[in-house]
C-alpha cells in the first residue's frame, strides 16, 4: 500500500531511533567517520491536532568528527480534509524526488545512501518549503506533486546574484502486476536557482569530509526512479524479492561550465528476503561529474568518476532491530591539470557494522 504518512490517530505519539556503526574507514562522499560513531538517528513527535490538520518534529543526531551535531529535520503541518485528492504541507521537510529521498535514512537497505543522493542531495535534503499533491482517483496508483523550498539547504553558499528558492515536479504511479508482484516509477525534476559559489581550491583540505548539502549542484535535475518487489502471494513476512533503479542528470553546472557539461549518477540494488529474519543485497553505484575549482581566481572544471559497489548481510531479531554488515570498495578516476584527483582513490574498501534500534512510535511506512 503506498501510504500518505498521515496519523489515523488523534492521540500524539513519541519515538526514538538510534543508528550505530562502526566503520574501518569513511568512503568518499561518506557520511560516517572511521571507528565507532552515531548515524542518523532522531527524535520524534507526531500527531493529528484535529480532523483537518495533523503535524510532525524530527530532531535529528549524528556524530561528525567525533562530535555530536544535532538539526531540525521535520517540523511541519498537513492536512488531512481536503477534497477530491490534494493535500497540502508547509514547513520543514524532505523533499518527494526520487524514491529514497523521502524515506528516513535508518529504513535503508544500506548503510549509506547511493551516490546519486550523496553527491547531489546531501544524503537526504528536507528544507523549509510548501507542497501541494493530488492522489488521482484511478485504479492504479497515480499522485502528482509540487513543492517549493528556499534552497538554503541543498546550496547553503550561493552566488550573490542568485535567486533564493527551488520547485519541484514529481510523478508517482504503480499498480500490482500480479498477486505476488508490483511495481512503482517515479519522475522528478528540480529546478535550481541557487548557484553555488566556487570556494578558493584548497588541496588540503580534501579528503573523506561530510557535507549535508549537494556536493554537485545546476539550475536543472531531472530523477527516474523505478521499483519492482516480489513476494509469494503478496506476503513479505517470510521471504521477498525487491529491485531499485533510480538515474539522475543534472544540467547548468554553473556560469563557468558549457551547456554540454552534465553531471549523471545511477543506482541499481538488489534485496532479497530469503527468511523472516535474513536479508542479503548488492548495490552498484556510478557518478560522473564536473568540478570546478577557484584557484587564485582562475576557475577550471575537471571531470571525475567514482564507481562504488556494496554488499551486505542484515538480521532483524525483531522489527524494530537490525543489524547489517556491509562490505563497499570504491574506484575513482579523474584528476586535474597538476595531478590531484577529483576524488580520494584511486580505490578503497570499507567494512561497516551497523545497528538500528527503534523506540516508540515510528514513520508510516510507504512502498
Same mark, same amino acid.
Given at each position: /500500500?503506498?501510504?500518505?504518512?498521515?496519523?489515523?490517530?488523534?492521540?500524539? @505519539?513519541?519515538?526514538? #531511533? *538510534?543508528?550505530?556503526?562502526?566503520?574501518?574507514?569513511?568512503?568518499?562522499?561518506?557520511?560516517?567517520? =572511521?571507528? *565507532?560513531?552515531?548515524?542518523?538517528?532522531?527524535?520524534?513527535?507526531?500527531?493529528? &491536532?484535529?480532523?483537518? !490538520?495533523?503535524?510532525?518534529?524530527?530532531?535529528?543526531?549524528?556524530?561528525?568528527?567525533?562530535? *555530536?551535531? =544535532?538539526?531540525?529535520?521535520?517540523?511541519?503541518? @498537513?492536512?488531512? $480534509?481536503?477534497?477530491?485528492?490534494?493535500?497540502?504541507?508547509?514547513?520543514?521537510?524532505?523533499?518527494?524526488?526520487?524514491?529514497?529521498?523521502?524515506? +528516513?535514512?535508518?529504513?535503508?537497505?544500506?548503510?549509506?545512501?547511493?551516490?546519486?543522493?550523496?553527491? !547531489?542531495?546531501?544524503?537526504?535534503?528536507?528544507?523549509?518549503?510548501?507542497?501541494?499533491?493530488? %492522489?488521482?482517483?484511478?485504479?492504479?496508483?497515480?499522485?502528482?506533486?509540487?513543492?517549493?523550498?528556499?534552497?538554503?539547504? *541543498?546550496?547553503?553558499?550561493?552566488? /550573490?546574484?542568485?535567486?533564493? +528558492?527551488?520547485?519541484?515536479?514529481?510523478?508517482?504511479?504503480?499498480?500490482?502486476?500480479?498477486?505476488?508482484?508490483?511495481?512503482?516509477?517515479?519522475?522528478?525534476?528540480?529546478?535550481?536557482?541557487?548557484?553555488?559559489?566556487?570556494?578558493?581550491?584548497?588541496?588540503?583540505?580534501?579528503?573523506?569530509?561530510? $557535507? +549535508?548539502?549537494?556536493? &554537485?549542484?545546476? =539550475?536543472?535535475?531531472?530523477?527516474?526512479?523505478?521499483?519492482?518487489?516480489? /513476494?509469494?502471494?503478496?506476503?513479505?513476512?517470510?521471504?521477498?524479492?525487491?529491485?531499485?533503479?533510480?538515474?539522475?542528470? #543534472? $544540467?547548468?553546472?554553473?556560469?563557468?561550465?558549457?551547456?554540454?557539461?552534465?553531471?549523471?549518477?545511477?543506482?541499481?540494488?538488489?534485496?532479497?528476503?530469503? +527468511?523472516?529474519?535474513?536479508?542479503?543485497? !548488492?548495490?552498484?553505484?556510478?557518478?560522473?561529474?564536473? =568540478?570546478?575549482?577557484?584557484?587564485?581566481?582562475?576557475?577550471?572544471?575537471?571531470?571525475?568518476?567514482?564507481?562504488?559497489?556494496?554488499?551486505?548481510?542484515?538480521?532483524?531479531?525483531?522489527?524494530?532491530? %537490525?543489524?547489517?554488515?556491509?562490505?563497499? @570498495?570504491?574506484?575513482? $578516476?579523474?584528476?586535474?591539470?597538476?595531478?590531484?584527483?577529483?576524488?580520494?582513490?584511486?580505490?578503497?574498501?570499507?567494512?561497516?557494522?551497523?545497528?538500528?534500534?527503534? &523506540?516508540?512510535?515510528?514513520?508510516?511506512?510507504?512502498?
Amino acid at each position: /500500500a503506498h501510504a500518505q504518512g498521515t496519523p489515523s490517530a488523534s492521540r500524539w @505519539q513519541a519515538g526514538v #531511533v *538510534l543508528d550505530c556503526a562502526s566503520t574501518s574507514r569513511g568512503l568518499e562522499l561518506g557520511e560516517r567517520d =572511521k571507528g *565507532l560513531g552515531l548515524g542518523h538517528s532522531d527524535l520524534l513527535v507526531r500527531g493529528a &491536532f484535529n480532523e483537518h !490538520f495533523s503535524g510532525e518534529a524530527i530532531l535529528g543526531f549524528h556524530t561528525e568528527d567525533k562530535k *555530536l551535531e =544535532k538539526h531540525i529535520e521535520n517540523a511541519w503541518v @498537513q492536512t488531512r $480534509s481536503l477534497p477530491y485528492g490534494l493535500q497540502v504541507r508547509a514547513g520543514r521537510f524532505a523533499s518527494q524526488i526520487g524514491y529514497l529521498n523521502e524515506l +528516513h535514512p535508518h529504513t535503508d537497505d544500506f548503510t549509506e545512501r547511493p551516490l546519486l543522493y550523496r553527491g !547531489f542531495l546531501g544524503g537526504h535534503w528536507y528544507d523549509g518549503g510548501l507542497r501541494v499533491n493530488w %492522489t488521482a482517483p484511478t485504479p492504479f496508483y497515480l499522485r502528482l506533486g509540487v513543492e517549493t523550498f528556499t534552497g538554503k539547504k *541543498l546550496v547553503p553558499e550561493a552566488t /550573490a546574484d542568485s535567486k533564493s +528558492h527551488v520547485t519541484t515536479l514529481h510523478m508517482k504511479m504503480g499498480n500490482d502486476i500480479s498477486k505476488s508482484s508490483s511495481w512503482q516509477w517515479g519522475l522528478s525534476h528540480v529546478n535550481n536557482r541557487r548557484e553555488a559559489e566556487v570556494e578558493l581550491h584548497d588541496p588540503a583540505a580534501e579528503g573523506h569530509s561530510h $557535507s +549535508h548539502a549537494a556536493r &554537485f549542484s545546476g =539550475k536543472n535535475m531531472w530523477i527516474s526512479d523505478l521499483v519492482w518487489k516480489w /513476494a509469494p502471494d503478496g506476503n513479505n513476512r517470510n521471504q521477498q524479492l525487491r529491485l531499485n533503479w533510480e538515474y539522475a542528470q #543534472v $544540467s547548468g553546472i554553473n556560469r563557468y561550465a558549457d551547456g554540454g557539461s552534465h553531471h549523471r549518477a545511477s543506482t541499481l540494488s538488489a534485496v532479497s528476503k530469503f +527468511h523472516p529474519a535474513w536479508q542479503i543485497g !548488492f548495490r552498484t553505484d556510478g557518478l560522473a561529474v564536473h =568540478k570546478a575549482e577557484n584557484a587564485g581566481g582562475v576557475v577550471s572544471l575537471t571531470s571525475g568518476r567514482l564507481k562504488e559497489n556494496a554488499i551486505m548481510l542484515v538480521h532483524q531479531p525483531t522489527h524494530r532491530q %537490525t543489524l547489517r554488515l556491509q562490505l563497499t @570498495q570504491q574506484r575513482a $578516476s579523474g584528476a586535474n591539470e597538476e595531478g590531484e584527483a577529483v576524488f580520494a582513490g584511486p580505490a578503497s574498501r570499507s567494512i561497516q557494522l551497523q545497528y538500528v534500534i527503534e &523506540f516508540g512510535a515510528h514513520g508510516a511506512h510507504s512502498y
